[in-house]
């Protein structure tokens, strides 16, 4: 048959295909996890909003933990279709940029008592998160577990340690160190650098790290109230 005849068929056939409603997809177990960061980094970006950042934290810590859990439950799961693959990685890609894009400008925003000076940092913050997702979707890993240019989550890892400070610091002083820090984070995301793909007993190691600060940043809401 000729090769032109049957590329025409091909596609013929693939058109006739109906696709899949788009909410069939949040049955998926992966992406329900993913969608649980999702709603986890929403609540971190309103209470980051009102200036309750020790919650901001909580929110967000749980939002990598969510961002890590996603893709060890796919691996897992033997019966996924390739379209579940791929809607999947879409989808967490999306919210790769408002949890660890989009959020922690608003934090740096917030902090800054959403003074004109710190836009251009908020702005940084996300055209360096977009542009390292945008690489990392077409060219992928570097190496079999080696990113291009340090992983967008580990801007929210370093995040959540530095507030822990932030009670022992001039709110000034720490509103400059923010924001000089999470610039140079972005500078990271983007730079022809390597990074290694963390995973495995790291697992483990974020989940203890988000019960601690969980822990930490909860004894000082309680002290708020109290």
């Not at 791929?86 to 940029?97: E, H, N, P, R, Y």
Request: glycine content about 8%; some cysteine.
């Amino acid at each position: 048959m000729n090769e032109k005849f049957m590329s025409s068929a091909e596609n013929k056939n693939n058109s006739l295909i109906t696709p899949p409603t788009i909410l069939s997809f949040v049955k998926d177990l992966p992406n329900l996890c993913s969608l649980a960061g999702l709603c986890l980094a929403v609540l971190a970006i309103y209470f980051a909003s009102v200036g309750a950042f020790p919650a901001a934290m909580i929110g967000l810590i749980w939002a990598v933990f969510f961002d890590w859990s996603d893709g060890i439950i796919a691996r897992h799961m033997k019966n996924r279709t390739k379209m579940q693959q791929k809607f999947g990685g879409q989808l967490d890609s999306l919210i790769d940029i408002i949890s660890f894009g989009v959020c922690p400008a608003i934090i740096l925003l917030s902090y800054g008592e959403y003074s004109p000076w710190f836009v251009p940092g908020a702005f940084l913050i996300m055209a360096a998160g977009v542009l390292r997702l945008s690489y990392f979707n077409v060219f992928g890993l570097v190496e079999e577990s080696t990113y291009q240019g340090l992983a967008l989550d580990n801007n929210s890892l370093v995040l959540v340690s530095l507030f822990v400070f932030e009670g022992f610091i001039n709110p000034s002083i720490f509103a400059s160190l923010l924001y000089i820090i999470l610039l140079v984070l972005a500078i990271l995301n983007v730079a022809p650098i390597k990074t290694p793909k963390l995973g495995g007993v790291w697992y483990y190691g974020i989940t203890a790290y988000a019960l601690i600060l969980t822990l930490f940043y909860g004894w000082q809401l309680l002290s708020a109230d109290g």
